[in-house]
């Protein structure tokens, strides 16, 4: 998920509507758009669902076969890819 207005920015082509469950469990109604990134010296094409809210969001999908390191007290997040 990332915000519309950085979806604009970015010039994301609209590619559908999408229902999804909040964290919270409330259903909700999003456009969605596609983005290409690298991941791993790969490119990958992902979905993008656009948020009326301030912040971005990944999805699980994104990161299978990854391994996630998070250690709040260094703000840090390490990502790389699972030797599994």
Known sequence: MLP???IKKLGLKHIGISDY???SGESQTA???IARLLLFDK???VAVLATDTNFALAG?????KCR???E???NLV???QSTD
Request: charged content about 15%.
């Open 31 to 33: 456009n969605v758009y």
């Open 4 to 6: 519309f207005p950085i």
């Open 72 to 74: 709040m007290s260094k």
């Open 21 to 23: 469950i909040t964290a």
């Open 60 to 64: 699980m999908g994104l990161f299978n």
């Open 78 to 80: 390490e990502v790389s």
């Open 43 to 45: 490119e990958v094409d």
């Open 68 to 70: 996630i390191v998070i």
